[in-house]
Each structure stands twice: as C-alpha cells, then as structure tokens.
C-alpha cells in the first residue's frame, strides 16, 4: 500500500554495535522492510559490527562500517581491530558518522537505542541533522534494563536533555503489556508525548535464502541459540549435559554457537558433541530464521531478536536469560513467562542437569506462544512504516492505532 510513495527519499540508520548482533540484526530488518514496502526509499546503515559483510542486503540498502570498539569486563572500551588508543578510535568515528550524514542528507535518521550513540559518537550528528530538518527518531526496544540501572547509566550520559531537544520520535519496538523500557525515568510529558509502541517486529525467512551445508536431521529438531554467542556458554553447557545423561530421550538438538563466542570454547562444545549422535552444531548462519522456522521448539536466552523470531514462527520456547552486566533478558524473559508466551529457567539456580533434562521435557508439551491469547504483539514493521510514510509522506496512514502513545 505504500510503494509508490517516498520517491528519492532517505534514512540513515546508526547501529549501536560494540559486541554481538542484535542491533545489526534489528536494523537490517528495519531497512528491509522499509525498502519492501517504498520503491524510492534508500536506506544506508551505520554500524561497527566486524561481520557485516557476513549478512547480505537488499536493493537500496546499504552500510557504512566505522573501526569497531569492544567493552571490556571492567566497563570501558578498546579498539577492536585497530592498535591505536580507543580516543582516537572513537574520534574517527564520529568523524566518518558526520561526514557520512552530511554526504548522504537523510530526510530521517534512526538512531538505535543509544541516544547519543557510542560515548557520545552521534550527538554531533543530530544536532546538524536537526539543523537542516531532518527527523529524529530514537528507536527502542522492549526491555532496556532495570529501571534503577538504567537511570544511573542515563544519568552519568546525559541522555534525558537530548531526548528533549535532539529527538521528534520515539519508537519502542514492543507492545505496551509487555511494559515500558523508560520505566522510572523523569522524562516530562513532552518526551512521553513522543512515544509510540510499534509492536514487535516480525521476521520471515528471505525467499533468497540458500543453504551451505545441509542440516544433519531429517525429523525437527531442538534449536539451541544464544545469538551472537559472547555470553551463551553457560547455556549451551548445560543442554548440551542434559544430552550427555539422557541421550536416548532427547530430541535431535541443533546448536548454533555465534560468530563471537571464544574459538577454545566452541572447539570444546563441538569435541563434546561429535561423541554424541543426536547433536549437531553450527557456529554461525547468517539466516537463523529458516533454522526457527524448521525447529520443533527453541532454546534461546531471549535477546530481543530471538524472541521476536520464537513469537513469529510460534515455536514453544525455553528461556535462560542472563542476568549480567544488563538485567534486560531476565525480564523480557519473566515477562514472557506471565504472559504464556515462553517458559524461564532462571539462571541463578544451581543448574543441575536434573532441571535441564525436565525442562527439556516438558517443552515437548508446551503449547506455542499463539495460545497465549494475546493479538497484535507482531505488527512492528508495518506500523514503522507508517510512522515513516507519515513523516516523510506527508500523510497519515490508515493505521489508526499509532495514536496509542505511551502514558
């Protein structure tokens, strides 16, 4: 309904990246969408993910990649590829972030859920953006983090003035029952105002999507996956020791490691699994969707990606968030728990393989997260873009419900 409008127009993505895919990910789906849906629109991301080029990416999109930063244990940052000092690294960045806005002139530009970017990194931007008219939008997810935690770490950042004077829209990309990501933040009613709930964002697997290797089982299997696998080996140990005592009970088990889990640890997880016949293991697919999509159930720490993935081919799901340094899976997992659209297995427990081997058990039983009884929770992608085609169309959509702001 939308595709002949917004000829020649422009969106400039920032992609918060540091470690892991999740922004990537989520910014991807956006750009697509968006380009599906305008035949004029052109869509450029910004991103420091070292695997960008891994993914591949549809007509009138494109990206930028700027030298890539990791946080460290003890909160501060390092250059990830480069050997010169993180001040520089994080100068030429703001730098490439700048000259790329100014080059490229985005009628919109989205920046995704750090407000002023890595240390500050786009502020800059925003305030020239917003000079010459670009619309400003701030684009969230569900669950940022405990409402104490986050208000310290927006508080020492600086953030609540910009979302005041820097940003037009913010966008949450979840519905309102599964609560608010800006909970206990004195924000006015002129940020609130500005709020929208999108609904989440719904996947599908490409039509393109071509297969390297042939998945190891014919019957559908268990998918075990914690996303980008930087913080997912304490999950996978304990499935995987769960097949290890009770391997004749056990549905075949699919486990896709991630691109940035420590080369030793997947080197032990896959040694553990070649002994074992009903165990197979990837270490990255760049199209984890068709892998949902053929799972009988998942697995997964319930990042917001994965999770939007369980509710969109409906797959009965078992969540083991972390807790740490972020607190934002444990919720959206507890969440998810209240309101039957997934099972949590708490990771403070003493992880006994006991519990593993019946929660695995009883997944077989699960009814899919549709059973639940809630409606409308996948309509992210349409309502962003009816957000845009407002803005930038000049129109409201006939999506009546994006007048639902959050209070």
């Known amino acids: 309904m939308f595709t002949d409008r917004l000829h020649n127009a422009r969106i400039l993505i920032y992609s918060h990246d540091t470690f892991g895919l999740g922004h990537l990910r989520r910014c991807r789906t956006i750009a697509h969408a968006l380009v599906d849906r305008f035949k004029g629109l052109s869509v450029l991301i910004l991103s420091g993910s070292p695997i960008i080029g891994s993914f591949d990416f ?8 700027v030298p890539g930063v990791i946080k460290l244990h003890n909160g501060e940052y390092t250059s990830l590829g480069l050997h010169i000092d993180i001040n ?17 002139s985005p009628d919109l530009f ?7 970017g890595l240390e500050g990194e786009v502020e800059q931007t925003l305030r020239q953006c917003r000079e010459r008219g670009t619309v400003n939008v701030l684009g969230l997810r569900d669950v940022l983090d405990d409402p104490m935690l986050l208000k310290r770490e927006w508080r020492r950042k600086k953030v609540i003035p910009a979302l005041q004077d820097l940003y037009d829209e913010i966008w949450v990309y979840g519905p309102p029952e599964l609560g608010d990501p800006l909970a206990g933040l004195d924000l006015g009613p002129q940020v609130r105002e500005r709020m929208v709930y999108t609904g989440y964002l719904e996947r599908s697997v490409p039509h393109n999507t071509t297969r390297v290797q ?13 996303g980008g696998g930087g913080d997912g080996a304490m999950m996978f ?4 020791r ?7 009970q056990q549905r075949p088990a699919l486990f896709v490691l991630g691109p940035f889990m420590q080369p030793d640890v997947q080197r032990e997880f896959i040694a553990r699994a070649e002994r074992l016949s009903n165990v197979a293991v990837l270490t990255f697919d760049a199209h984890v969707e068709s892998l949902i999509q053929g799972a009988a159930a998942v697995v997964a720490m319930g990042g917001y990606n994965t999770f939007c993935e369980i509710l969109s081919f409906d797959k009965p799901a078992l969540l083991i968030p972390r807790a740490y340094p972020r607190r934002e899976q444990l919720i959206r997992a507890r969440r998810a728990h ?3 659209l997934a099972r949590v297995l708490e990771p403070d427990t003493d992880r006994s393989t006991a519990d593993m081997i019946a929660a695995l058990s009883a997944l077989e039983q699960q009814p899919p997260p549709s059973a639940s009884g809630l409606t409308g929770l996948l309509r992210g992608l349409d309502a962003v873009a009816s957000l845009v085609d407002r803005r930038l169309g000049g129109e409201v959509s006939d999506y009546g419900w994006l007048g639902a702001q959050a209070t």
């Open 338 to 340: 209240t309101l039957g």
């Open 237 to 240: 140990d304990w499935v995987l």
């Open 110 to 116: 989205l920046v995704d859920k750090e407000p002023l």
């Open 58 to 65: 549809r007509a009138r999109v494109d990206f930028v990649r």
């Open 214 to 226: 042939p998945l190891p089982f014919s019957e559908p299997y268990l998918l075990v996956t914690s």
């Open 88 to 104: 520089e690294t994080l100068a030429m960045r703001a730098a490439i972030i700048r000259h790329t806005a100014e080059a490229f």
């Open 242 to 248: 769960a097949y290890e005592a009770d391997r004749p």
